[in-house]
């Protein structure tokens, strides 16, 4: 407690009731129990380390984003989606 004058401010106590912000791996975590495959791809694709799982999440990712693009390399996006999916239940275990 510190106190001024007349004033006083409980520094410990206004701190110690805020509740932590959500983490990136929990709004994941949200999103798939929602089905939102969109917002987890969304999400995973800006994670640093996805190991072997990358290519697949961040080609999903790219595919929702134009899949105009995809098309026109001769490959489906919703197989792409699919695949990307595939491999967030695997990383993730979802």
């Excluded at 001024?4 to 949200?30: D, Q, V, Y």
């Amino acid at each position: 407690m510190i106190t001024f004058g007349e004033a006083r401010l409980n520094c410990i106590s206004s701190h110690a009731s805020s509740a932590m912000p959500p983490t990136k791996l929990s709004l994941l975590r949200a999103a798939a129990a929602k089905a939102d495959w969109a917002k987890v791809l969304s999400i995973a694709a800006k994670f640093p380390q996805l190991g072997q799982h990358k290519a697949a999440i961040t080609r999903a990712h790219c595919a929702i984003q134009n899949p105009a693009f995809y098309k026109q390399l001769g490959q489906d996006p919703a197989a792409l989606v699919a695949a990307g999916i595939e491999a967030l239940r695997t990383r993730y275990r979802l």
